[in-house]
């Protein structure tokens, strides 16, 4: 059983990093394009945003769901408040006068934490 957590927390981490990569490059490329910084933004974080979805459903949990809408649904949660709990470390430890790239480092950490056992235990639960 720990063995089969510790896999699911490996390919997470491979699915976040290509989903990341994915959203870096589409926003460059939109970027360069359309010289529209919130539209590029937004494209290549709903790029890495479908990436994520689609490989932890099938690749890294293995769901077989068929209630896709509620699936989506409560994706989007638990990654909209991986995001707040990253936003906000940031901002409470700025004060302690820490550099910006030490706290994005720290709230992406407690994001994926929330991210991962969100999805285990929440969004894919279903396996």
Do not use: E, P
Not at 11 to 34: D, E, H, Q, W
Not at 54 to 61: A, E, H, P, S
Not at 111 to 119: D, E, P, V, Y
């Amino acid at each position: 059983m720990q063995n089969k957590f510790i896999n699911q927390f490996k390919k997470f981490v491979i699915v976040g990093l290509v989903s990341t990569f994915m959203n870096y490059i589409a926003f460059r490329v939109l970027y360069y394009i359309s010289n529209l910084i919130i539209f590029s933004s937004a494209i290549g974080y709903l790029i890495g945003l479908s990436n994520s979805y689609f490989f932890g459903l099938k690749w890294v949990f293995k769901t077989k769901s068929k209630n896709f809408k509620k699936t989506i649904i409560k994706f989007l949660i638990v990654y909209f408040i991986g995001g707040i709990f990253n936003s906000l470390t940031i901002y409470l430890l700025k004060r302690f006068n820490i550099d910006y790239s030490i706290l994005w480092i720290l709230g992406n950490g407690i994001a994926l934490m929330n991210n991962f056992l969100g999805s285990k235990f929440i969004v894919f639960k279903n396996n």
